[in-house]
């Protein structure tokens, strides 16, 4: 699996690969830097992490709409 970093929109979407990603949760990250993780053969699903001051990181799943 590939990863990058993106930033989450004000109204809680990732832009990535011209697909729009929401989730009903992602609007709490707004703002915050996270790091995607996704497979090139299948970018419909990508997992999204936030980066926590300990270094851990939280995993998150979404699909594209």
Do not use: C
């Not at 697909?19 to 009903?24: A, M, P, R």
């Amino acid at each position: 699996m590939r990863r990058d970093r993106r930033v989450v929109y004000r109204s809680g979407y990732i832009q990535f690969a011209n697909l729009t990603y929401q989730g009903e949760h992602l609007a709490a990250y707004a703002g915050e830097s996270v790091i995607i993780r996704y497979n090139p053969r299948d970018i419909t699903t990508i997992y999204i992490y936030q980066l926590l001051e300990s270094n851990v990181l939280l995993p998150k799943k979404w699909r594209s709409l």
